[in-house]
């Protein structure tokens, strides 16, 4: 996911440089302007200066899932009335009036509400609210009118806030792993996607070699004994999977490393 920051210049209308009490909600909105881009509506709120409404957002969505972010995380966006001083709104830019947000809008929200999720520790299906929650406005429209879309966006949040929070266990472990002297490459090690399945035996063994065991067999005994390997079988046979790869490291560092 990548972020462009285009931050809006300090004024009173659109970026007052006033700090958030605490970031307990996400507002989602729609930019209201069919096929506009996130840059275009960058530029509206930067516009903004020069006049007399108030208006921003901390984040704009784009048509080609772009995102643009226009005030930081620390500070008030005018966005959502009453909930400003707690919130993260994020605008969203859709092809017609209908607001329905195509795929690549999409995919790229759910991963910023998921990441924004991640860092304050919120659950999305309680922090995750439409403009429309708070002030009754028809805001993001097609998020509105279809309720069970709503609920699919709040559900493929917490999908991908799982998948980080599985991630982040696993590097954890091997930053645990390595801080107690287990020679790992959390470059290797802390991402299932990145694990060497060709050096598992060499993982295993340098586990081992802190317990004092001699060999990968020797290790693997140890690790059974300690409820840190469940299932002994693909271990003896080396029919390795990067899944169960995680969850020995994962249990090495909770039931070993205290």
Not at 23 to 52: D, Q, R
Request: with cysteine.
């Amino acid at each position: 996911m990548k972020i462009t920051q285009v931050l809006l210049t300090p004024n009173a209308y659109s970026r007052p440089q006033k700090l958030l009490r605490k970031v307990t909600h996400i507002v989602i909105h729609w930019v209201g302007n069919p096929g506009n881009t996130a840059m275009a509506n960058c530029n509206y709120f930067e516009s903004l200066k020069e006049g007399n409404t108030y208006a921003s957002a901390h984040y704009i969505v784009g048509l080609q899932g772009e995102i643009i972010q226009c005030i930081p995380e620390s500070e008030l966006a005018y966005h959502a009335g009453p909930a400003n001083s707690y919130s993260i709104g994020i605008e969203n830019c859709h092809p017609d009036q209908g607001g329905k947000f195509n795929s690549a809008t999409y995919v790229s929200l759910v991963s910023l509400c998921a990441n924004i999720c991640r860092r304050y520790g919120l659950n999305p299906e309680e922090a995750l609210l439409r403009h429309y929650d708070i002030t009754g406005k028809m805001c993001p429209k097609y998020y509105v009118e279809h309720p069970i879309a709503w609920k699919q966006l709040q559900e493929d949040v917490k999908k991908v806030l799982d998948i980080l929070e599985e991630d982040q266990a696993l590097v954890d472990a091997v930053k645990a792993l390595i801080s107690a002297g287990i020679q790992l490459d959390l470059k290797i090690w802390g991402n299932t996607k990145t694990m060497k399945l060709t050096y598992v035996k060499q993982m295993i063994e340098r586990i081992g070699k802190k317990y004092d065991c001699a060999s990968y067999k020797e290790t693997i005994d140890f690790l059974v004994s300690k409820d840190c390997i469940k299932v002994r079988e693909p271990w003896d046979e080396e029919k390795f999977k990067a899944e169960w790869c995680r969850q020995v490291l994962i249990n090495v560092k909770e039931k070993l490393l205290k």
